[in-house]
T-cell receptor, first 110, second 115 residues
Framework: GQQLNQSPQSMFIQEGEDVSMNCTSSSIFNTWLWYKQDPGEGPVLLIALYKAGELTSNGRLTAQFGITRKDSFLNISASIPSDVGIYFCAGQEYNNDMRFGAGTRLTVKP | DAGVTQSPTHLIKTRGQHVTLRCSPISGHKSVSWYQQVLGQGPQFIFQYYEKEERGRGNFPDRFSARQFPNYSSELNVNALLLGDSALYLC??????????????FGPGTRLTVL
């Protein structure tokens, strides 16, 4: 199946700093999604991207659907302690199978 | 409104046993998907059901099966458990929107440990 490579695996940042993480795929997806997962909970959808080149914001979060449809990035500006968690990218094909990356674990130091 | 609910929250089984996990979708949602999340990895797609019919299947052995009931709740069954089946099993429900079931809402998961 398609492989999603998500990087970095983990990040340790100071409160107030900006964060950037990305995801690349060996093949094309028609939708890219970004989720956040807190301990003991299921993933929560942050941003969904439906069109190549699309740039979408949700508060301090901004994500882009790469032009080649094989990549996406997520930026978090002015990080706060509650941003701590694991962020997953996911790509969805036309048959609705959704593939997840391995996650980026974010730690924010106050 | 209640979100996606799953039961049980935790489960311990031994190798060779059988397990049934349950999921209730958000009211009004007709599609349910199941995912396996091994520690340190992202969720892996197992099944998707819509209107009681299987609409998608991931790369899992036949020991894994599922069904959806008329009230849209769902069960995931795993037979002949292996140690490697230990994972968090996530259920997600969604409404079809324009043919794409993107807005999947996840439950808290069932933590299965196989000894």
């Amino acid at each position: 199946g398609q492989q999603l490579n998500q990087s970095p695996q983990s990040m340790f940042i100071q409160e107030g700093e900006d964060v950037s993480m990305n995801c690349t795929s060996s093949s094309i997806f028609n939708t890219w999604l970004w989720y956040k997962q807190d301990p003991g909970e299921g993933p929560v959808l942050l941003i969904a991207l439906y069109k190549a080149g699309e740039l979408t914001s949700n508060g301090r979060l901004t994500a882009q659907f790469g032009i080649t449809r094989k990549d996406s990035f997520l930026n978090i500006s002015a990080s706060i302690p509650s941003d701590v968690g694991i962020y997953f990218c996911a790509g969805q094909e036309y048959n609705n199978d959704m593939r997840f990356g391995a996650g980026t674990r974010l730690t924010v130091k106050p | 409104d209640a979100g996606v609910t799953q039961s049980p929250t935790h489960l311990i089984k031994t190798r060779g046993q059988h397990v049934t996990l349950r999921c209730s979708p958000i009211s009004g949602h007709k599609s349910v998907s199941w995912y396996q999340q091994v520690l340190g990895q992202g969720p892996q797609f197992i099944f998707q059901y819509y209107e009681k019919e299987e609409r998608g299947r991931g790369n899992f052995p036949d020991r894994f099966s599922a069904r959806q009931f008329p009230n849209y709740s769902s069960e995931l069954n795993v037979n002949a458990l292996l140690l490697g089946d230990s994972a968090l099993y996530l259920c997600a429900s969604s409404l079809p929107t324009g043919g794409l079931w993107n807005e999947q809402f996840f439950g808290p998961g069932t933590r299965l440990t196989v000894l």
